[in-house]
């Protein structure tokens, strides 16, 4: 079992910054793709960024140049670096992560992100 802790959503005006952080538990070797999706109201979710265990990434195109996925193995953390954000980037953003040898997929509760005109 993982648990998935969210944390870095706000409020922010256009054209801010924001930087999310997913911690999870369980064994770090255990871990294999970490990710961040989100979904606005009315809408599906949707991949945002993902990132494998040894750094390959992968954006959707809404938020490439303007966001960045990273992590830190020791620490079993993602982060989601947001620049420039957008009114469009409004949603409840979702970490999701990819634990043991059969893949078992653990989201988290979200954490909202608002972006203002």
């Known amino acids: 079992q993982v648990q998935l802790v969210e944390s870095g959503g706000g409020w922010v005006q256009a054209g801010g910054s924001l930087r999310l952080s997913c911690a999870a538990s369980?064994?770090?070797?255990?871990?294999?793709?970490m990710g961040w999706y989100r979904q606005a109201p009315g809408k599906q979710r949707e991949l945002v960024a993902s990132?494998?265990?040894?750094?390959?990434?992968n954006y959707a195109d809404s938020v490439k140049g303007r966001f960045t996925i990273s992590r830190d193995n020791a620490k079993n953390t993602v982060y989601l670096q947001m620049n420039s954000l957008k009114p469009e980037d409004t949603a409840v953003y979702y970490c999701?992560?990819?634990?043991?040898?059969?893949?078992?997929?653990?989201w988290g509760q979200g954490t909202q992100v608002t972006v203002s005109s």
């Open positions: 999701k992560v990819y634990y043991g040898s059969s893949w078992d997929e653990y």
């Open positions: 369980g064994n770090r070797f255990g871990i294999k793709s």
């Open positions: 990132i494998t265990n040894v750094g390959i990434t």
